[in-house]
């Protein structure tokens, strides 16, 4: 699966930024994407995901203030992140895993190649 991602830029604590993943190359009807966020000298987090059968998961530490959204006609995965603070500063990456439902999974498989994120306070 091919994802690139777009939407990143720089804003101030409270602002608010939507992330956009464009995917292609699905060969299953079933499959689970998410946003994942890494901080520089900090391990790879899991922001949000969403599967085919509708679920979705959050990070506790987004919940309430991020939005993971899925539209199938365009392919495209987005990511709509509200009251932003310093801490959500990272570089973001899209990841897709073919063929299965996010439930259960530790990681996907393919990535992108990342946008940056960066909030100031």
């Known amino acids: 699966v091919h994802l690139v991602e777009s939407g990143g830029g720089s804003v101030q604590a409270g602002g608010s930024l939507r992330l956009s993943c464009t995917a292609s190359g699905f060969r299953y009807r079933t499959f689970c994407m998410g946003w994942s966020r890494q901080a520089p000298g900090k391990e790879r987090e899991m922001v949000a995901r969403?599967?085919?059968?509708?679920?979705?998961f959050y990070a506790d530490s987004v919940k309430g203030r991020f939005t993971i959204s899925h539209d199938s006609a365009e392919n495209t995965l987005y990511l709509d992140m509200y009251s932003l603070q310093p801490e959500d500063t990272a570089m973001y990456y899209c990841?897709?895993?073919?063929?299965?439902?996010?439930?259960?999974?530790?990681?996907?498989?393919?990535w992108g190649q990342g946008t940056q994120v960066t909030v100031s306070s």
């Open positions: 969403i599967d085919t059968s509708g679920r979705s």
């Open positions: 990841a897709a895993a073919d063929g299965a439902l996010c439930a259960g999974l530790y990681d996907l498989n393919d």
